[in-house]
């Protein structure tokens, strides 16, 4: 069982990024509620989004409308597209299911 994040990288304010989580040896993958956190230095984790198997989403107060979750249960993929990027979220983000966490992808946005 493995959660793989990627995507992340450095970016100026306004720009964007897409990260991506690949899943394995989670099945079946449709059923799963996904969610993206993230964690800056010296802050305590933070929730970004969730995503139901059927693709509804819920997102963090800090990013609605700038952050869009989605999902491809055929690729077993869960996608994070960041806009608007703003400094406040550098942080490392991870994504997780079910008590599952994978590595984190660092998203370091410069002002």
């Known amino acids: 069982v493995q959660l793989q994040a990627s995507g992340g990288g450095l970016v100026q304010a306004g720009g964007s990024l897409r990260l991506s989580c690949v899943a394995s040896g989670i099945t079946p993958f449709a059923i799963h509620v996904f969610g993206w956190y993230r964690q800056a230095p010296g802050k305590q984790r933070e929730e970004v989004a969730l995503i139901s198997g059927q693709g509804t989403a819920k997102y963090g107060n800090a990013v609605k409308g700038r952050f869009t979750v989605s999902r491809d249960n055929t690729e077993k993929t869960i996608y994070l597209q960041m806009n608007n990027l703003n400094v406040d979220d550098t942080a490392v983000y991870y994504c997780?299911?079910?008590?599952?966490w994978g590595r984190g992808t660092l998203v370091t946005v410069s002002s």
């Open positions: 997780s299911t079910g008590g599952i």
